[in-house]
């Protein structure tokens, strides 16, 4: 038997041990198993942790500045301007930036409300995310085929710039220009404003391609050899209600449907610089708020009545230059012009003739007195003209821009008013513009400059009926009466020599003068 105090050593050593064994144990089972509160925070933790974003890969690596995206690296960013520009970056891609890029850009900060990216060698382009772009312009590129809702998300775009591309008329179809549409909601790309479409492979339009553009104003076709404006394309363009500016021009188009514009009553500015016209398009007709137009580069040879341009109230400017043929602007040509201000007719190398009355029209009130246009600005430099008449415009005086440097101007009495009158409005107005106002006839006045003849306050003189213009008639008469004076005392000198001898000083001997040298008178006394 163990002593009493060795026995209650040993209970007290058990007793240790097992209170530590229990403390080990403890320890283990709280490693193993967890409180449900533990564990649900751990397992909300788990679900709620980020996932890496789709556009993470485009943000650069490393960066400790504030984030940037790739795209700014390749590209250049302006948050000053809000601008991300890629001009002549080539992608050496077939396809735009991805979805996933763009929203890197967002990430940084730029929100872009502009985006060009001319000349980078795009061929397709994918759909845009959503962005607060205004302007996007993809011009010049190799781009033949856009992808259908690819502005779908560009809900404040207002300029779009698609041209100089390789669009045909089966890859530019209405869906790309598709709005948000569900069965109880349809919003249009409701801001786009200016579509630019020139210089690509169209010839003809979708009839509905514009159905989702209901703010469209600006369309610009140039450059599009359509050759002739079809039922399709007409369609198309006459369909745009809110149209304003259309640009037609080197589109190699030879007529103008009649119809075109008689639903875009709102149109202001027509370009058909560059076609085929032989005359004025009768559809001008129907453009009754054009207050803009250019018919330049068009081969019509002359505008005269029956071929005049049709009463246009609000046109203010009109340009016909560099027309190869034109030669006649005859009588009543531009008298339905009633709000003309500002008229181009220059680098017409044919252009002879402008009437006295291609302008003027019986007033309303009165059919007896006749009005003419309110021009302000007139360029007629480089035609072929000879003669300007006084009552082609009657308000002379109140211009602000007279132009007519460049023409082979006949000075004769018939342009005397132009020397006199209007080369000092045009020396008062614009005297920059006074150089090459020269003579071309008559020959003995070539190359005489009009300025001068104004400066040495000079009457021209009258083309007789030979065609010659007499101004050197004063020289000419002092001549002829000088010699009439000396030709006088001269013939009688002669005619006295001839019948008198002069009062004997020449005369000739003959027989009587021979009896007389010997006959002797003799005295009274003698004779008795």
């Not at 330049?296 to 043929?325: C, H, Q, R, W």
């Not at 006295?356 to 309303?364: G, K, L, P, Y």
């Not at 306050?457 to 007499?470: E, F, M, Q, V």
Request: aromatic fraction near 8%; include cysteine; glycine fraction near 4%.
């Amino acid at each position: 038997m163990l002593p009493v105090r060795k026995k209650q050593c040993v209970f007290m050593a058990v007793l240790l041990l097992a209170v530590c064994c229990g403390i080990v144990l403890a320890g283990d089972e709280n490693d193993n198993k967890q409180s449900p509160t533990t564990l649900a925070t751990e397992t909300t933790n788990t679900t709620s942790s980020p996932t890496t974003p789709a556009w993470m890969p485009y943000m650069v690596a490393g960066d400790t500045s504030a984030n940037t995206s790739i795209l700014c690296k390749t590209c250049t960013c302006s948050k000053d301007t809000a601008t991300f520009d890629c001009t002549e970056v080539k992608l050496n891609s077939t396809t735009s930036f991805s979805s996933e890029a763009w929203q890197s850009l967002n990430a940084t900060g730029l929100m872009a409300k502009t985006i060009i990216m001319k000349s980078t060698g795009l061929q397709r382009v994918i759909r845009f995310p959503a962005m607060n772009v205004t302007l996007l312009d993809l011009s010049f590129n190799d781009i033949d085929t856009i992808e259908s809702k690819c502005f779908i998300d560009l809900a404040q775009l207002e300029v779009l710039d698609l041209s100089h591309n390789r669009l045909r008329t089966d890859t530019l179809t209405p869906d790309i220009f598709d709005g948000h549409y569900s069965p109880e909601f349809f919003d249009p790309l409701v801001k786009l404003r200016e579509l630019r479409l020139g210089s690509n492979q169209l010839h003809s339009l979708n009839p509905d391609l514009f159905e989702h553009l209901p703010a469209l104003e600006v369309l610009s076709l140039e450059l599009n050899t359509f050759k002739v404006i079809d039922s399709q394309a007409e369609t198309a363009i006459s369909g745009i209600a809110a149209l304003v500016s259309l640009d037609l021009s080197y589109m190699e188009l030879e007529d103008i449907p009649t119809y075109l514009f008689h639903t875009p009553r709102g149109l202001r500015y027509l370009n058909l610089t560059g076609n085929l016209l032989k005359e004025v398009p009768t559809a001008l007709r129907r453009a009754e708020g054009l207050t803009w137009l250019s018919l330049d580069e068009n081969p019509i040879m002359s505008i005269a009545m029956g071929n005049e341009f049709p009463v246009m109230k609000n046109l203010t400017y009109l340009s016909m230059s560099y027309m190869p043929v034109l030669s006649v602007i005859g009588r009543g040509a531009m008298r339905g012009l009633v709000s003309l201000q500002e008229l181009h007719l220059t680098n017409n190398p044919h252009l002879s003739i402008l009437h006295q009355d291609a302008f003027a029209r019986n007033d309303n009130d009165n059919p007896e007195r006749l009005d003419w246009p309110p021009v302000r600005r007139l360029f007629l430099h480089n035609n072929a003209l000879k003669y300007l008449d006084a009552q082609l415009l009657v308000q002379w005086d109140s211009m602000e821009v007279i132009d007519i440097r460049v023409n082979p101007w006949a000075c004769d009495c018939t342009n005397r008013w132009v020397v006199s009158t209007l080369l000092p409005i045009i020396e008062r107005t614009t005297p920059a513009i006074l150089n090459n106002i020269v003579c071309d006839s008559p020959p003995q006045m070539l190359g005489v400059s009009m300025v001068d003849l104004e400066h040495q306050h000079t009457k021209l003189r009258c083309i007789d009926t030979a065609g010659n213009n007499p101004s050197n008639d004063g020289a000419l008469l002092m001549g002829l009466l000088i010699g009439v004076l000396v030709a006088i005392p001269l013939t009688a000198a002669i005619w006295c020599i001839y019948k008198r001898g002069c009062f004997g000083l020449f005369a000739r001997p003959g027989p009587a003068n021979y009896s007389r040298a010997f006959y002797s008178r003799t005295t009274l006394n003698e004779e008795f």
